[in-house]
């Protein structure tokens, strides 16, 4: 059983950054594959990076290139960095685990975080 907290979010201006913070329970943090999600008034939930056990990462085209998804497996923790942040980047984000490698998907993974609010102003 893995649980999960975010914490981080808030509100920025449009071209700002933020830094959104996941850390887990549990003692094999290092063999889980760690996901960001988010999900916009009236949208369904949508992919936005990952990074497998390996350190393999994955973007959503949307963020490539504003957004990182590095890893403390010391801390048992995965990060958000967002950088570059447009009004269309607001969403509740959620942090996922899973066993599986590489994991782009909502049904892929197993254990969800509770949700951290990102608002981007024009």
């Known amino acids: 059983q893995v649980q999960l907290v975010e914490s981080g979010g808030g509100l920025v201006q449009a071209g700002g950054s933020l830094r959104l913070s996941c850390a887990a329970s549990g003692r094999t943090f290092s063999s889980y594959s760690m996901g960001w999600f988010r999900q916009a008034p009236g949208k369904e939930r949508e992919f936005v990076a990952a990074?497998?056990?390996?350190?393999?990462?994955y973007y959503a085209d949307s963020v490539k290139g504003r957004f990182t998804i590095p890893r403390d497996n010391a801390k048992s923790t995965v990060y958000l960095q967002m950088n570059s942040l447009k009004p269309e980047d607001t969403a509740v984000y959620y942090c996922?685990?899973?066993?599986?490698?590489?994991?782009?998907?909502?049904?892929?993974?197993?254990?969800w975080g509770q949700g951290t609010q990102v608002t981007v102003s024009s």
């Open positions: 990074i497998s056990w390996s350190g393999s990462t």
């Open positions: 996922a685990a899973t066993r599986r490698g590489e994991a782009l998907s909502n049904y892929e993974y197993n254990y």
